[in-house]
């Protein structure tokens, strides 16, 4: 996947796109006023803000099905989370990863599996019994607090090599990328 599509930046609303934001300061209890630019501090001067990319899975809904469930491919939140940035080779058994779990608020999950093949029933007619199944991947994650588990499919957009700006840009996302070196 192209770096664009990983990495979606928006205008930085604090600053409207400057970079710079005019601070008034005073000075000689408040005779002397004046308005100085100041490095705006919520895009770091950039005038962008990186932003993830939502959820194609439940199409930034969260949720999926009649059942309404939780999209396990973002976790519900409807946009990519740590887990789409795992590099596929980090994608075994013991690596953790910024993740909450719904059922105790722990946050971190872990991964519990490696990559498994299996078939995904798409649809079928009842009367032919005619199933249209595709191959997918998945892992299974588990918390490692109390031990809840569930199946991610992967999706072939994400894990893909991580470059340093691509790290560096996660950073800026507030995405913490040290889950790539607790591996068990
Ligand atoms: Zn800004
Ligand atoms: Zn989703
Ligand atoms: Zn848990």
Same mark, same amino acid.
């Given at each position: ?15 409207? %796109? $400057?970079?710079?934001?005019? /601070?008034?300061?005073?000075?000689? *209890? ?5 308005? /100085? ?7 770091? %001067?950039?005038?962008? $803000? *990186? ?24 976790? %519900?939140?409807?946009?990519? #989370? ?12 013991? $690596? ?8 105790? #608020? ?53 894990? %893909?090599?991580? $470059? ?21």
């Amino acid at each position: 996947m192209g770096k664009e599509e990983m990495f979606v930046t928006r205008q930085c609303r604090y600053c409207n %796109g $400057t970079g710079v934001r005019m /601070v008034e300061t005073s000075s000689l *209890f408040g005779l002397i006023r004046k308005q /100085v630019p100041l490095s705006c501090e919520m895009c770091a %001067g950039a005038g962008s $803000t *990186f932003q993830a990319p939502s959820c194609k899975h439940c199409d930034g809904q969260g949720l999926i099905g009649n059942e309404r469930e939780v999209c396990r491919t973002c976790n %519900g939140v409807g946009h990519w #989370d740590a887990f789409a940035y795992i590099p596929r080779d980090h994608l075994h058994v013991g $690596t953790l990863f910024d993740r909450r779990c719904d059922q105790c #608020d722990h946050n971190r999950m872990e991964i519990a599996s490696e990559i498994e093949e299996y078939k995904q029933v798409l649809s079928w007619e009842k009367e032919e019994e005619l199933r249209s199944v595709e191959h997918a991947e998945r892992v299974k994650v588990r918390c490692p607090s109390c031990s809840h588990s569930y199946y991610i499919k992967l999706d072939a957009d994400s894990h %893909g090599d991580l $470059t340093p700006d691509m790290v560096e840009a996660l950073e800026k996302l507030g995405i913490d990328l040290s889950y790539m070196y607790q591996a068990r």
